[in-house]
C-alpha cells in the first residue's frame, strides 16, 4: 500500500504567508507536527519503535547581536531524537532563528551564541517535549571540525564503501515510470556477505506543505540472511519522485517498508538532505546502536557532508 496524502492543516501557521521577520526573538514562531500522521499508515507504534536514531538540522544563517550592536553569525547544529512524539516545521524553524538577528544578546561573540543556543535547545525542547540538544559555534569552527572529520572519516559518505546503485549497475536501458512510493517494488534476495550497504544520489522527494523538491542522498546498510535486489531498490527509491512528505518520514518509510519485507538482524538508514532555505535535514534510523553514525548525533561534531551538502 502507497503513502496516503497527509493533512496539513495544524502547520501551516507561516506557509504561503508573507514573513514578517520579528526584530527581537520569539519562541511562538515555532510550529510542531505530530509524528503519528505519517507513522500510523505506516503501523509503527510510538511505544513500540522499529528502529531509534533522530533528525540532525544544520542552521546556517544564525546571527545576533552584541551590546554593541555589532552582528555576529555562526551555525546551529540541532538534534532531535526519534522518539520525541513532535518534529519542527522548516518554515517555522527557519523565521524562529532569524528571530534572533536584530536582538542584543551580550557583551562579545562567544557570548551571542551562546545565549542563542542556550535560548534555541530550551524553546526546542518545551515545543517537542523531549530533551533537544543544540550546538552554536562560529563559521570558522565549524569549518575547522569538517576539515578534521573529513580527514578522519574520509572525504564523504561515497568513501564509505557503499556502492552507488546508479553507479554499479546497468541502468541506462532500465525502464523507470513509478514515480509514487510503491513499496511492491522491492525484491529480496539471499544475502551472500556480512553487511550489504547501498548509496543512491537519486533520492529525490518534495515538501509536504510547499511541494518544492527536496534533494538528497540515501545511504542504506543491512546485516540478515535477505537483502534487497540492487535494481529493485534503485527502482523503489526514484518510486520517492513525487511523493510530498517530510524528510524524517520519507526516511521512516524507507526503514518501515526494508524491516518488514527483510526482517533484518540488523539495518539502518540514513536521508541526508541538500540544504534549502538555509537549513539542511538529515534523520537517520537504525536497530541497532552499533549502526549509528557518530558525526550525525553528536552535536559537538559536524557530519560528515555529502556531496550536495
Known amino acids: 500500500m502507497a503513502l496516503k496524502e497527509l493533512d496539513n492543516s495544524n502547520i501551516s501557521k507561516h506557509l504561503g504567508q508573507s514573513s514578517q521577520y520579528k526584530d527581537t526573538s520569539d519562541p511562538e514562531l515555532l510550529v510542531r507536527e505530530p509524528r503519528a500522521s505519517n507513522r500510523t499508515h505506516l503501523d509503527i507504534d510510538d511505544d513500540n519503535l522499529p528502529f531509534d536514531g533522530g533528525d540532525t538540522w544544520n542552521a546556517y ?32 524553524f527557519k523565521l524562529y532563528f532569524n528571530s534572533f538577528n536584530m536582538t542584543k544578546l551580550g557583551k562579545n561573540q562567544a557570548e551571542v551564541l551562546k545565549t542563542i543556543e542556550r535560548n534555541a535547545q530550551a524553546d526546542l525542547s518545551d515545543l517537542l517535549e523531549r530533551n533537544v540538544e543544540v550546538r552554536v559555534d562560529t563559521n570558522e569552527h565549524v569549518l575547522s571540525e569538517v576539515t578534521t572529520a573529513n580527514d578522519e572519516w574520509g572525504h564523504n559518505y561515497r568513501e564509505f564503501s557503499h556502492i552507488t546503485l546508479e553507479e554499479e549497475y546497468p541502468i541506462d536501458d532500465l525502464e523507470f515510470t513509478v514515480y509514487q512510493e510503491t513499496p511492491e517494488l522491492l525484491v529480496t534476495v539471499q544475502n551472500d556477505v556480512d ?17 518544492q523538491p527536496d534533494w538528497g542522498d540515501v545511504y542504506i546498510e543491512i546485516e540478515g540472511d535477505k537483502a534487497v535486489d540492487p535494481i529493485s531498490l534503485l527502482k523503489y527509491i526514484v518510486s520517492f519522485r513525487d511523493e510530498c512528505h517530510f524528510h524524517e518520514e520519507i526516511c521512516e518509510t524507507i526503514y518501515k517498508r526494508l524491516y518488514d519485507i527483510l526482517k533484518p538482524d540488523k539495518l539502518a538508514v540514513r536521508c541526508l538532505y541538500a540544504r534549502r532555505g538555509g537549513i539542511d535535514i538529515n534523520p537517520e534510523r537504525y536497530s541497532d546502536v552499533s549502526m549509528r553514525h557518530f558525526t550525525l548525533h553528536d552535536v559537538t561534531v559536524p557530519h560528515v557532508k555529502t556531496p550536495k551538502q
Open 61 to 92: 544563517e544564525v546571527s545576533g547581536l552584541t551590546d554593541h550592536g555589532l552582528p555576529v553569525v555562526g551555525i546551529a547544529k540541532v538534534y532531535i531524537p526519534c522518539n520525541s512524539e513532535f518534529i519542527v516545521e522548516s518554515k517555522s
Open 195 to 211: 553487511v550489504v550497504r547501498y548509496h543512491s544520489a537519486l533520492l529525490k522527494s518534495n515538501c509536504r506543505v510547499t511541494s
